[in-house]
């Protein structure tokens, strides 16, 4: 059998030592507050009292009656399915392009990536100003009175609003993922598909795709997890309006406990959208991760 020697003991010993200040930050900054909001999720309590009285799951089935925790859902759907859907193809796009022989390339690349440094909360205020001010004044400059640009202002045209402003932000992002996976693809694959006779598509369809296949899978899970907990772009430019029109389910979650006074309540949407973070991200991957193994 084989025995470890001293200096391999030793060596273990050190890497357990260095895990333990990330274990600690992860347990108490993420695994405690967890089953925290788990235990307060079966009480009434709203966050200053010493007494938290226990209601069982009737936050639960209040989550499940509520109207308005309904359409925050809906709406953190709609943006979650439109947000995944257009920034991964238009990150592609993009990638594809600076892939290529454009000229300027490492320049445009920095220019696409520089938003993602900005905070969301100031990606936010600035595109409020530019529907609000900015737009409007180059309409009517361009004698295009009868058009709005306050997207913002608007129930039916918020949503796209929030989408102009997102994919802003995270495209160039998500577009250095797919362009490191594309310049990893072996140049031989795209020779012998030109041999076979293989046209751009064809290329495209039958190497590319199969070869960036885990990319694909890290930047859907990711820009699904990420849409489905928008907030900060809330915050700083729609409020969740107008009305209730653009409030997402964590934005609920936040002027409930908080705003609201109803921890409990609040603790208990939480747990749920936490239940269906983890639900679509495993779906996700056991589906991508077995397409990735069939390619």
């Known amino acids: 059998m084989y025995k ?28 405690l507050p967890l089953f925290m909001a788990l235990g307060y999720s079966f009480t009434s309590w ?10 069982g799951i009737a936050n639960y089935i209040n989550a499940f009656k509520d109207k ?7 709406f953190t759907i709609k ?31 920095t220019i696409f990536f520089i938003p993602c440094l900005i905070s969301a909360v100031v990606v936010g205020f600035v595109w409020a100003k530019l529907y609000g001010n900015v737009f409007p004044a180059i309409l009517k400059a361009a004698g295009l009175n009868g058009h709005s640009a306050m997207l ?3 129930e039916k045209t918020v949503l ?13 992002y998500w577009m250095l993922i797919y362009l490191a996976a594309l310049q990893s693809v072996p140049t031989e694959l795209y020779d012998s598909a030109k041999v076979d006779g293989a046209n ?19 930047c859907v899970v990711g820009i699904t997890t990420g849409s489905l907990k928008v907030y900060d772009l809330l915050v700083s430019s729609t409020s969740g309006g107008p009305g209730r029109s653009s409030t997402s389910i964590i934005f609920l979650i936040y002027k409930t406990a908080i705003g609201g006074r109803q921890y409990g309540y609040g603790s208990a949407l939480s747990v749920i959208l936490t239940v269906v973070l983890l639900l679509v991200a495993c779906i996700q991957l056991g589906s991508l991760r077995k397409h990735e193994v069939q390619m």
């Not at 010993?13 to 992860?26: H, N």
């Not at 796209?160 to 160039?172: D, E, S």
């Not at 751009?200 to 890290?218: C, E, S, Y």
């Open 152 to 154: 913002f202002g608007n």
């Open 79 to 109: 943006f979650t399915v439109c947000n995944t859907v257009i920034q991964n193809i238009l990150a592609l796009l993009l990638a594809l392009m600076l892939d290529g022989s454009i000229k300027g390339k490492k320049v445009l690349r």
């Open 46 to 55: 709203n966050g200053i009292s010493a007494n938290k009285q226990f209601v």
């Open 200 to 218: 751009k598509l064809q290329q495209f369809r039958h190497v590319t795709i199969p070869m960036i296949a885990p990319a694909i899978t890290i």
């Open 160 to 172: 796209w609003g929030l989408l102009g402003a997102n994919n802003w932000q995270w495209v160039g």
């Open 68 to 74: 308005v925790v309904w359409n925050a859902w809906w």
């Open 4 to 31: 470890k020697s001293k200096l391999t003991k030793k060596m273990e010993r050190q890497y357990a030592v260095l895990l333990v200040p990330g274990l600690l930050i992860f347990t108490v900054g993420l695994i």
